[in-house]
């Protein structure tokens, strides 16, 4: 089993940037493929970006692309997600999910373990 913990949200302004941090413990970090979700208030949990165990491939949401980049430290057991040129419909809890597996999924069904969330709230 891995325990997940999210840190880094906040309040930030439209055009401005948040780093997310999730530190893992418990099994081995690089076992697991990690994703980033987040969910609005009255909205479903929706996939933002992952990452493969050894950083070989990443897969992004649409609406992330391009402003928000995922990265991994195995070394330190940790997961990274560079927000930029954040937009208000970015405000969400954002939740990092581990996978036991080699393959990305967007489907938050397909993940085994989660964090407990952080908060980003971006103002206009």
């Known amino acids: 089993q891995v325990q997940l913990v999210e840190s880094g949200g906040g309040l930030a302004q439209a055009g401005g940037s948040l780093r997310l941090t999730c530190t893992a413990t418990?099994?081995?970090?690089?076992?697991?493929?990690m994703g980033w979700f987040r969910q609005a208030p009255g909205k479903e949990r929706e996939f933002v970006a992952a990452?493969?165990?050894?950083?070989?491939?990443?897969m992004y949401s649409d609406s992330v692309k391009g402003r928000f980049a995922i990265s991994r430290d195995n070394a330190k057991n940790t997961l990274y997600l560079q927000m930029n040129s954040l937009k208000p419909e970015d405000t969400a809890v954002y939740y990092c999910?581990?996978?036991?597996?080699?393959?990305?999924?967007?489907?938050?069904?397909?993940?085994?373990?989660w964090g407990q969330g952080t908060q980003v709230s971006v103002s206009s």
């Open positions: 999910a581990a996978r036991q597996s080699i393959v990305l999924s967007m489907s938050p069904r397909q993940y085994d373990y």
């Open positions: 418990g099994r081995t970090f690089s076992n697991y493929a």
């Open positions: 990452i493969s165990r050894i950083v070989i491939n990443q």
